[in-house]
């Protein structure tokens, strides 16, 4: 069984991805990290993340960079949304993830093109939003809790400016796939929007 979260930054759809996978027994992968260790490595070989050669060849990024703490960091993520705009990214990280989906018992997979472009025939897709202000403040917590300083405001601006060019790239452009079900977390704690999750996922897949 292939299960496919995608949704835009904060949304919820990490913990959801992480919980289905522990629920049902199968192995995760966060795509996002994939696409933020290209950004990190970028930076670190000095490149330009809106340069589509420089991005293509930090795909070929040490594996050992998915393990640095900096990936989760505002400022990869931002970096992680510019070069993830180049088709040669996604196609040289494509076969990775298809792989990852397609291995034998299934995978749950989450980022924002899962259900569309990386695993279309996953049996359960869930899409997961949450309003802009909800989740800055998730991520306002998040980096307090990591001891980062960084204003809320710049937050908010920063995963809006962060939609926008995931929702209008001309390349595997955010959006939800037509059998997808949506999942609105803006009003849901962790706990709630895993049950749900699970509910929704057991009643596509007809199994608990
Ligand atoms: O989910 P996360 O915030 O870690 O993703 C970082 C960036 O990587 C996103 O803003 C998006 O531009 C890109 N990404 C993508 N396709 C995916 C996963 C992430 O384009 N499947």
Redesign the pocket.
């Known amino acids: 069984m292939i299960i496919a979260v995608d949704g835009p ?1 904060a949304s919820g759809k ?1 913990t959801i991805a992480k919980a289905l996978a522990a629920h049902f027994g199968l192995p995760h992968l ?4 994939l ?2 260790a290209v950004g990190r490595q970028v930076a670190l070989a000095g490149g330009n993340p809106d340069d589509s050669a420089a991005a293509l060849t930090a795909c070929a990024f040490p594996d050992a960079l998915l393990d640095d703490p900096e990936l989760r960091s505002e400022t990869t ?1 931002g970096l ?2 510019r070069v ?1 705009v180049h088709p040669a990214v996604r196609q040289a990280l494509f076969e990775r993830q298809r792989a990852f989906a397609t291995q034998p018992g299934g995978a749950v997979l989450d ?4 259900g569309t472009v990386i695993a279309p025939e996953a049996e359960v897709k869930l899409f997961v939003v949450a309003s802009v202000p909800a989740r800055a403040e998730r991520r306002f917590k998040e980096m307090q809790a990591q001891g980062r300083a960084v204003a809320l405001a710049e937050i908010a601006a920063d995963l809006a400016a ?1 939609d926008e ?2 929702r209008t790239r001309a390349e ?1 452009p955010l959006f939800a796939a037509p059998d997808a079900v949506l999942l609105d977390t803006s009003d849901l704690g962790r706990d709630a929007a895993i049950e749900a999750a699970i509910a929704i996922a057991s009643q596509a897949c007809n199994r608990d």
């Open positions: 930054t990490g966060d795509t996002g990290l696409y933020r993520g992680a949304s993830s980022g924002r093109d899962i962060r060019r995931d595997a």
